[in-house]
């Protein structure tokens, strides 16, 4: 518009031309977004949205042509006049055009605005969700454990103050380390071979547990205590007390930066001893999966007589 304007009216005049049009659009722009469709559109208010624009173009039709036409008109040659017909024709469909930009402007604007309020609040809620099902895990696994040393206790083992000792080295990766978003796989397979070893010490004789790593260990991220309650699933309800051939395999493979962890253990149904096969554990492991990596995992389990199986796989582990 400058440059246009500069061969008529010279530099001055060109700078003034810009100046004032520009400025008096992009103040109409402004006034109908933040006002009016702010306002009254977005509360649903179109009668008093669409009196609004009508009014706003009324103003600045007015401006334009009772005051810097008028200033304007001094700057082009002799006799020509910046308030005819055909100016006014052609500002109104300018306003018009403008008021039709701003509102479709100040509209996305907004849609996007709460879209990314919506995204932030669900994951606000989504973290204290992930947090409470971390924390509902820490009394269930301190449960659990806390019984077979009150049943060694009850029978003075000599075997007590040693799983005492290993318990309170779990319990620390338990309360701080789960605190944190990713721990090292590795990390997590250490806590895994502590809780076999304090589960062993429990019996007399050394059950038939197998673990069983395959692939790149190290470098590997992942939630934390997400794989020990599946582990702790399938050692509290392996008929280890009950079958002489009872058994727990456990295997752990990475490929890629996927993870598939296994599990499968013998079971005897007719044991009401003990809670529900699957319990609180799988329950908050599913829910904790489904936050923290939707549509990048899948978790099966495969409840048959003799058995209890869990597959997992976790893909985005690093």
Not at 20 to 40: I, S
Not at 65 to 87: A, C, D, H, K
Request: hydrophobic residues 40%.
């Amino acid at each position: 518009m400058f440059l246009i304007r500069f061969e008529v009216l010279g530099l001055k005049g060109a700078f003034y031309h810009t100046l004032l049009n520009l400025g008096l659009l992009v103040a109409l722009y402004n006034a109908h977004g933040k006002l009016l469709v702010n306002t009254f559109f977005e509360s649903k208010r179109f009668g008093l949205f669409i009196l609004g624009s009508i009014v706003l173009m009324a103003i600045y039709l007015s401006i334009r042509l009772t005051v810097i036409n008028p200033f304007l008109e001094s700057y082009y040659p002799e006799n020509y006049i910046l308030r005819n017909e055909r100016v006014w024709i052609f500002l109104s469909v300018l306003s018009f055009l403008v008021i039709i930009f701003s509102t479709l402007v100040h509209l996305l604007e907004n849609r996007y605005k709460k879209e990314r309020i919506n995204q932030l609040l669900i994951q606000e809620q989504q973290a204290a969700q992930l947090q409470f099902l971390k924390a509902q895990i820490n009394p269930h696994f301190l449960f659990n454990t806390l019984n077979n040393i009150y049943s060694l206790s009850i029978a003075q083992s000599t075997k007590t103050p040693q799983m005492v000792l290993q318990l309170s080295q779990l319990l620390r990766y338990v309360i701080y380390e789960s605190q944190n978003k990713k721990v090292s796989l590795s990390g997590e397979l250490t806590q895994i071979e502590k809780y076999i070893e304090l589960f062993q010490l429990k019996h007399e004789k050394p059950v038939n547990i197998e673990l069983e790593k395959e692939g790149a260990i190290n470098g590997q991220n992942i939630e934390p205590m997400m794989l020990i309650p599946l582990v702790e699933n399938a050692l509290k309800h392996c008929d280890f007390d009950s079958n002489e051939k009872a058994y727990a395999k456990i295997k752990i493979r990475t490929e890629g930066d996927a993870i598939y962890f296994h599990t499968i253990n013998s079971k005897n149904n007719s044991n009401q001893q003990k809670d529900e096969v699957g319990g609180i554990g799988l329950k908050n492991i599913k829910k904790r999966l489904e936050l923290s990596y939707p549509d990048q995992h899948e978790l099966v389990f495969n409840d048959l007589e003799e058995t209890f199986e869990v597959r997992l796989r976790v893909n985005k582990m690093t």
